[in-house]
Structure formats: C-alpha cells, structure tokens
C-alpha cells in the first residue's frame, strides 16, 4: 500500500533560519503530493502541492519539488518567522478517490524570536 | 462562503453512549471524508462519499457510520462509543475525486470517550 514517511521532530528554530522538513513516499502508481499546515486548534490547510515529477509547488515562500526518482517531496524555507509556528504534514494521493489520502505522521515546527 | 463546519467542537461521552458529528459544506464539492487525528499521528480515513448517496469506507471504519442524503451534509454517527474512538475528527471536502485535488477541511471535533 502507499505510504508517507516525514522526519521525526519536533523541529525548533531561530527566526530567520533555513528550514527543511523531509518527506519521502511509496506509491504504486503515480500521485499528487502535498503539504498541509495545521496551526494550533485549526484544521488542516493546503500550504502547496506538485502533481507531477519534476513540479515545484510554492507558496508563502515555502518550496517543495517532486522528485520521482527519489521519491521525495521535501518541504524548504529560506527564513522562516514565528508565525510559521505549526504542524506541517506531507500526503499522497492517488488513482481516482482525493480522499482516500495518505497522510505522514507530521512534524512540529515551533520558531523562536 | 463558511467553507467546512463541524459541530459540536468539543464532546465528552460515556462509553456505549452514541452521538453524531455534524459536518457542512457550503461549496457544492462532490466529495467528503472523515479522518481521526490521534496524538503523534497522520490522520486515517474513517468513510468517504463520492457524492450524495454514495459512501465507502476508509482505513478505520469500524465503529463509525456515515450517511450522504444531500451534497451539503455528511454526519458521522458513533454508534456506540469506546475509549479508543477518542481523537480529534475531522471532516474534509473536495471539488472532485481526482487525485489533485486539494482537500479543505473543517475546524475538528474532539472527542473524549470515559
């Protein structure tokens, strides 16, 4: 089955650091994947998403392209702020049900002045 | 546009007590979803809905029911609560099935089963 592996955290860095949260998949066919953001006591929000290899998804200076041949999709950020404080999770989707997504476990980034 | 709501936000049950989570989209998306977000964990599909009458179930179902009776509304219904179905739930809509589609999801109900 497919599967999502996302670096262990939690994650805490100084304002202004670079940032790299790992994220790597198993899937039998060809996916979707993207990155969702959950900050405290809210649901998940799309943050970006890449749909085919070679695809880089982009949004609020955050970056992640999809690498076929390693099957990676590793979420960047050049100078990350304190209110990127969040959960960040990677997912995968598959064949013809968005729904039937697979998520990683999560990484907690929290960002300190 | 409200996007997805969840009610209530916050349930405390006793177990073998049973209770339906409310979920409504606003957007006319075709499909929904259920997924339980436990501590230190992804989140796992519960049911999913392609459309209105149409439902199947996800990695977790057991315990859970869903019915789709209008493209707004997918309820699920805890049929008789254990401590085990304690989590955060999350609802989740999407304009269509397709693989890349983005997924919008609710605010979250969390459950505390006694």
């Known amino acids: 089955g497919n599967s999502v592996t996302q670096m262990e955290g939690p994650v805490t860095l100084s304002e202004e650091a670079f940032l790299t949260i790992n994220c790597t998949y198993t899937a039998t066919g060809y996916p979707s994947l993207f990155w969702y953001v959950q900050y405290p006591g809210e649901g998940l929000q799309l943050l970006l998403k890449?749909?085919?290899?070679?695809d880089k998804g982009s949004n609020k200076g955050f970056e992640a392209t999809y690498r076929k041949e390693t099957t990676s999709f590793h979420l960047e950020k050049g100078s990350v702020q304190v209110s990127d404080s969040a959960v960040y999770f990677c997912?995968?989707?598959?064949?013809?049900?968005?729904?039937?997504?697979?998520f990683g476990d999560g990484t907690t980034l929290t960002v300190k002045p | 546009n409200a996007g997805v709501t969840q009610t209530p936000k916050f349930q405390v049950l006793k177990t073998g007590q049973s209770m339906t989570l409310q979920c409504a989209q606003d957007m006319n998306h075709e499909y929904m979803s259920w997924y339980r977000q436990d501590p230190g964990m992804g989140l796992r599909l519960i049911h999913y809905s392609v459309g209105a009458g149409i439902t199947d179930q996800g990695e977790v179902p057991n315990g859970y029911n869903v019915s789709r009776s209008t493209t707004e509304d997918f309820p699920l219904r805890l049929l008789s609560a254990a401590p085990s179905q304690t989590s955060v739930y999350f609802c989740?809509?999407?304009?269509?099935?397709?693989?890349?589609?983005?997924?919008?999801f609710g605010p979250g109900t969390r459950l505390l089963v006694l």
């Open positions: 890449a749909t085919k290899a070679d």
């Open positions: 989740a809509s999407s304009p269509s099935s397709g693989n890349s589609e983005t997924q919008y």
């Open positions: 997912a995968l989707s598959e064949g013809t049900n968005a729904g039937k997504s697979t």
